[in-house]
């Protein structure tokens, strides 16, 4: 069952910041966020596991509220090289499938 | 050099043949997946497996098969081709997390674009 990400596409000027979300319905385990540019393999990001730790690294940066099924990835201060579209992939508590949603498409301008 | 594998990277062909995209990783790991990506949809699991012999169902598995006979290989196969499994493909790859709570990391391959007339 594919999580719900929001927004679908955001149009950032380069320093601004972003937040994407992402939710599910079911009880997780984990949270995945990857990162996709066109025409090429998703590349990942940062895992979130159950207990609401918050990773990040350099300017991106997520949290995980398993009490609300929820994470959100932050980007601050926007780069060029941050454009692409962004995934979250949901592992439920139950088993070993990761399901990830539509993706939300970032583009960074000048 | 770590790495994902996937054959062919394109392919065309008709309804109704046979065909087999192959994965193979080199770095031991015990999860492998295959999805599918068409626009606007994401990507869709089709089936992944824990280990060796042991696989399971994504959430779009109806027209594949796959199978998991060594650690390394995970090939995915289409008896039957239709036109609406024109897709992008991707298999994956991971280490379980610390005590096998979990998939870490994805691995990902390529991808092998597939056209069916």
Redesign the interface.
Known sequence: ??PVQSPQAVILREGEDAVINCSSSKAL??V?W?RQKHG?????LM?L?KGGEQKGHEKISASFNEKKQQSSLYLTASQLSYSGTY?C?T?ADS?????????TSLLVTP | EAQVTQNPRYLITVTGKKLTVTCSQNMNHE?M?W?RQDP??????IY?S?NVEVT?K??VPEGYKVSRKEKRNFPLILESPSPNQTSLY?CASSLF?QGG???????????SRLTVL
């Open positions: 069952q594919q385990y984990s995945h990857y090429e393999a998703p590349v990942f895992i596991l995934f992939g592992e088993g070993y499938a990761l399901n990830f949603g539509k993706g | 999860y997946s999805y606007g949809l994401g990507l869709r699991q992944y824990m399971d994504g959430d991707f997390l709570l979990g998939t870490g990391e994805l691995f990902f391959g390529e991808g």
